[in-house]
């Protein structure tokens, strides 16, 4: 097995990239400590400092965005020119995952729905806070919250399924 291992250091030390994700376009792009970035299967590595914040999960939806959660709050999107855009929101929940539709969504806490142009739809859950979230090989929606997990069941409502009969739709 050979192995190549690239140096992802910043001005002020490492990097430490936290999450990965291969774009259409062949590149890798990854979430790091006060930066997202990308490489290529060369190794070309490019930096796109953030403004604020330490950047997590980051997905690549159908739109060909690059979009990444925010430790500290909030979520992010990068454009393959390497425009950052930083959208404010009340959840600090850094966990993204996109629907069978297309639509963008996030923990923290609430469960929220967010545009492509940045306008954030949250919608409350029993628990009061969303960590995790995936897509059933159905399409839909499940998530984590303290002492639980939650299933989006349709559109916008939300029900607990590990909490005796607990439910929320927004």
């Not at 404010?88 to 967010?114: F, I, K, Q, Y």
């Not at 009061?128 to 159905?138: K, P």
């Not at 998530?143 to 009969?165: D, I, K, M, Y």
Request: glycine letters at 16%.
């Amino acid at each position: 097995v050979l192995l190549n291992q690239f140096d992802i250091s910043g001005p002020n030390g490492n990097y430490g990239p936290t999450d990965l994700t291969t774009a259409p376009d062949g590149k890798m792009w990854f979430s790091a400590s006060q930066a997202v970035g990308s490489i290529t299967t060369q190794g070309v590595v490019t930096m796109y400092p953030l403004p604020a914040g330490n950047a997590a999960s980051m997905i690549i939806p159908a739109n060909g965005g690059i979009w990444f959660g925010l430790l500290n709050g909030g979520v992010g999107s990068v454009t393959s020119a390497g425009v950052v855009n930083i959208y404010n929101t009340a959840d600090r929940g850094p966990n993204l995952v996109v629907d069978a539709d297309g639509a963008l969504w996030h923990g923290g806490d609430d469960l929220s729905l967010m545009s492509f142009a940045g306008q954030d739809t949250d919608h409350p859950v029993p628990a009061g806070a969303v960590a995790y979230l995936t897509l059933a090989a159905d399409n839909s929606l499940w998530f984590t919250e303290p002492g639980g997990l939650g299933h989006v069941v349709s559109g916008c409502s939300s029900s607990s399924s590990a909490r005796s009969g607990s439910s929320a739709s927004g």
